[in-house]
Protein backbone atom coordinates (compact mmCIF):
# COMPACT_ATOMS: atom_id res chain seq x y z
CA UNK A 1 0.00 0.00 0.00
CA UNK A 2 1.95 3.38 -1.15
CA UNK A 3 1.08 6.13 1.13
CA UNK A 4 2.32 9.89 0.25
CA UNK A 5 3.57 12.20 2.96
CA UNK A 6 3.94 16.01 2.39
CA UNK A 7 5.46 18.41 4.17
CA UNK A 8 7.34 21.93 3.86
CA UNK A 9 4.05 24.01 4.00
CA UNK A 10 3.59 27.46 5.60
CA UNK A 11 2.90 30.91 5.89
CA UNK A 12 5.30 33.71 3.48
CA UNK A 13 4.81 36.80 2.31
CA UNK A 14 4.29 37.83 -1.15
CA UNK A 15 7.36 37.21 -3.23
CA UNK A 16 8.79 34.58 -1.35
CA UNK A 17 9.73 31.15 -1.83
CA UNK A 18 8.78 27.76 0.01
CA UNK A 19 9.32 23.94 -1.30
CA UNK A 20 7.39 21.83 -0.71
CA UNK A 21 8.07 17.57 -0.39
CA UNK A 22 6.03 14.26 -1.01
CA UNK A 23 7.91 11.10 0.37
CA UNK A 24 6.08 8.00 -1.21
CA UNK A 25 6.33 4.52 1.42
CA UNK A 26 5.82 1.18 0.14
CA UNK A 27 6.06 1.74 -3.50
CA UNK A 28 7.51 -0.77 -5.32
CA UNK A 29 6.62 0.23 -8.51
CA UNK A 30 7.79 3.62 -9.64
CA UNK A 31 4.50 5.64 -10.61
CA UNK A 32 4.42 6.88 -13.77
CA UNK A 33 3.11 10.00 -12.93
CA UNK A 34 3.57 12.13 -9.43
CA UNK A 35 2.38 15.61 -9.12
CA UNK A 36 1.22 18.67 -7.42
CA UNK A 37 -2.63 19.84 -7.49
CA UNK A 38 -4.24 22.38 -5.15
CA UNK A 39 -7.80 22.83 -3.79
CA UNK A 40 -9.50 25.67 -2.02
CA UNK A 41 -12.89 24.79 0.13
CA UNK A 42 -15.45 24.78 -2.41
CA UNK A 43 -14.28 24.76 -5.49
CA UNK A 44 -12.22 21.83 -7.19
CA UNK A 45 -9.29 20.36 -6.36
CA UNK A 46 -7.09 21.90 -9.67
CA UNK A 47 -3.95 20.38 -11.17
CA UNK A 48 -0.67 22.78 -10.61
CA UNK A 49 2.78 20.40 -11.91
CA UNK A 50 3.30 17.00 -12.55
CA UNK A 51 5.82 14.70 -13.24
CA UNK A 52 5.90 11.83 -15.65
CA UNK A 53 8.39 8.83 -15.73
CA UNK A 54 10.82 10.25 -18.69
CA UNK A 55 10.85 13.90 -17.22
CA UNK A 56 8.70 15.28 -18.74
CA UNK A 57 6.85 17.90 -17.09
CA UNK A 58 3.85 19.77 -17.24
CA UNK A 59 2.59 23.01 -15.59
CA UNK A 60 -0.64 24.88 -14.86
CA UNK A 61 -0.55 28.37 -16.63
CA UNK A 62 -0.44 30.53 -13.66
CA UNK A 63 2.31 28.78 -11.86
CA UNK A 64 4.31 28.16 -15.03
CA UNK A 65 7.73 30.27 -14.73
CA UNK A 66 7.48 30.64 -11.08
CA UNK A 67 7.06 26.50 -9.83
CA UNK A 68 9.47 23.81 -10.58
CA UNK A 69 8.75 20.55 -9.42
CA UNK A 70 11.50 17.89 -9.65
CA UNK A 71 12.16 14.22 -8.37
CA UNK A 72 14.80 12.54 -6.19
CA UNK A 73 14.23 8.92 -7.34
CA UNK A 74 17.06 8.15 -4.49
CA UNK A 75 14.94 9.63 -1.36
CA UNK A 76 11.78 8.46 -3.39
CA UNK A 77 10.65 12.63 -2.74
CA UNK A 78 8.97 14.70 -5.15
CA UNK A 79 9.59 18.23 -4.87
CA UNK A 80 7.95 21.64 -5.41
CA UNK A 81 9.75 24.67 -5.45
CA UNK A 82 7.22 27.58 -5.28
CA UNK A 83 9.35 31.41 -6.49
CA UNK A 84 7.46 34.68 -6.32
CA UNK A 85 4.58 33.41 -4.17
CA UNK A 86 1.45 35.68 -4.35
CA UNK A 87 -1.39 35.74 -2.47
CA UNK A 88 -4.24 33.76 -4.95
CA UNK A 89 -1.38 31.09 -4.06
CA UNK A 90 -2.69 30.32 -0.64
CA UNK A 91 -4.35 26.75 -0.18
CA UNK A 92 -4.13 23.17 0.70
CA UNK A 93 -1.24 21.54 -1.50
CA UNK A 94 -2.10 17.76 -2.16
CA UNK A 95 0.81 15.13 -3.68
CA UNK A 96 -0.69 12.33 -5.69
CA UNK A 97 0.97 9.23 -7.62
CA UNK A 98 -0.64 7.49 -10.44
CA UNK A 99 0.81 4.31 -12.55
CA UNK A 100 -1.40 4.61 -15.69
CA UNK A 101 -0.63 6.66 -19.19
CA UNK A 102 -1.75 9.74 -20.26
CA UNK A 103 -2.03 11.05 -16.68
CA UNK A 104 -1.89 14.66 -16.55
CA UNK A 105 -3.01 17.92 -14.46
CA UNK A 106 -6.55 16.75 -14.38
CA UNK A 107 -7.11 15.08 -10.97
CA UNK A 108 -7.72 11.36 -11.70
CA UNK A 109 -4.70 10.22 -9.28
CA UNK A 110 -5.05 6.72 -7.84
CA UNK A 111 -3.19 7.78 -4.20
CA UNK A 112 -3.19 10.92 -2.55
CA UNK A 113 -1.56 12.42 0.16
CA UNK A 114 -3.14 13.99 3.24
CA UNK A 115 -1.79 18.26 2.16
CA UNK A 116 0.13 20.78 3.04
CA UNK A 117 -1.07 24.06 3.63
CA UNK A 118 0.35 27.12 2.64
CA UNK A 119 -0.32 30.96 3.10
CA UNK A 120 0.96 34.14 1.34
CA UNK A 121 0.58 37.43 3.04
CA UNK A 122 0.08 40.35 1.08
Known amino acids: QVQLVESGGGSVQAGGSLRLSCVAF????????MGWFRQTPGKEREGVAV???????IYADSVKGRFTIYQDNAKNTLYLQMNTLKPEDTTMYYC?????WGCGLLPRYAVWGQGTQVTVSS
Open 26 to 33: GSTDRPYC
Open 51 to 57: RRWDGTT
Open 96 to 100: AADWR
